[in-house]
């Protein structure tokens, strides 16, 4: 099982960019698909964006990102990346990384073994 720590959130303003890291420790982070999910006060965890498990791979993204996020994987720094442009309000939450065993990525959050104790992103208006 993989482990997981998060960084890189914090405090920015409306249209404001900020970049996720996620890095892995433990077994097979190269034979694993990578997703990041949010969740807001009050709200369940939703998926934001996965990736498969090699570097360049196949991604997906929620609609409420398409076009502003972007997910990456860096498999020799075994960790993976989220970059979030143009920033709203509503993407003010705890983002979660997490891991799943195979090469491909799921939206379902019941799906990952491996998750991360989250960072909070607030977006500011």
């Known amino acids: 099982q993989l482990q997981l720590i998060e960084s890189g959130g914090g405090l920015v303003q409306v249209g404001g960019s900020l970049r996720l890291s996620c890095a892995a420790s433990?077994?097979?982070?190269?034979?694993?698909?990578l997703g990041w999910f949010r969740q807001a006060p009050g709200k369940e965890r939703e998926f934001v964006a996965t990736?498969?498990?090699?570097?360049?791979?196949?991604?997906t993204y929620a609609d409420s990102v398409k076009g502003r996020f972007t997910i990456s994987r860096d498999n020799d720094k075994r960790t993976v990346y989220l970059d979030m442009n143009n920033l709203k309000p509503e993407d003010t939450a705890v983002y979660y990384c997490?891991?799943?065993?195979?090469?491909?990525?799921?939206?379902?959050?019941?799906?990952?073994?491996?998750w991360g104790q989250g960072t909070q992103v607030t977006v500011s208006s």
């Open positions: 990736i498969t498990y090699w570097t360049g791979g196949s991604t």
């Open positions: 997490a891991a799943r065993i195979g090469p491909a990525g799921s939206r379902d959050a019941n799906e990952y073994s491996s």
């Open positions: 433990g077994q097979n982070f190269i034979a694993s698909a």
